[in-house]
């Protein structure tokens, strides 16, 4: 019996929301990695307004149904992201273009203001076969959890696409049980990074639970009060 991928199962490999943020700035393995995706473009700052009825990760069908019904043109390229000191990612990506304006108008889970945009119109979506182009990865760190996340990320996304039709996935029970196996790796593998992220996050630098507030004023003073108690 053919098993059909639960879209719920999506967010459980995904890397871990609190952590995965826009970067801060163009650090030299950012520009490498931008360099390799596109030599001809740079990242930039693009606002995100996100359009009513725009859906989650759904960006190529939301640009579209702005530009039918009010105009304008879709721009493809990679929304960058990355988890400090642990790896960048950039993620395919579709932005709305109205006259010399660019606007994400997806929502996104880090709910920032603006997103670092790589234009790369040359790589667009397939609508016809609604074929994924994997994001793209580099460690920041050499840990064998980071490589192996990395690893495991890009063997997920293989498989998912080697049993994709028209963007529907849909697994033998063999399969289903290798990418549940996996899903659950990575899972483990989060809670890792994420662990080594609370212990190694500097101390003025601002709060991974984005409260706006530098870390020794907030969650770093919370632990270190919780461990006197």
Known sequence: MALTWDARLAESFEPHHVFRKRPRRVTD??????????PAARPIDVPVRPRPGARLHMCFSNVKSACAEHGGTMLCGWLIWEWAK????????????R???????????????????????????DFEDRRRRDNKRVALRRDT???????????????EE?????????????T?????????????????????SVKNWGRNEPC??????????CCLARRALSSHR
């Open 29 to 38: 393995e950012l520009d490498r990695l931008c360099h390799e995706i596109n």
């Open 208 to 217: 991974w639970c984005n409260s706006g507030l530098k870390h020794k004023c």
């Open 99 to 125: 006259d010399r304006d660019l606007i994400d108008i997806t929502p996104n889970l880090a709910s920032c203001p603006t997103v670092m945009f790589l234009p790369d119109p040359g790589r667009s979506f």
């Open 176 to 196: 289903a049980a290798r990418a549940r196996s996996i899903t659950l790796r990575l899972k483990a593998l989060e809670g890792e990074l994420a662990s080594w």
């Open 145 to 159: 959890s980071v490589r192996e996340y990395l690893c495991l990320a890009r063997q997920y996304v293989a498989l």
């Open 86 to 97: 642990t790896f960048i990612e950039a993620e395919h990506h579709a932005v709305w273009q």
């Open 162 to 174: 080697a049993h994709s039709i028209c963007g529907e996935v849909v697994f033998d029970p063999q």
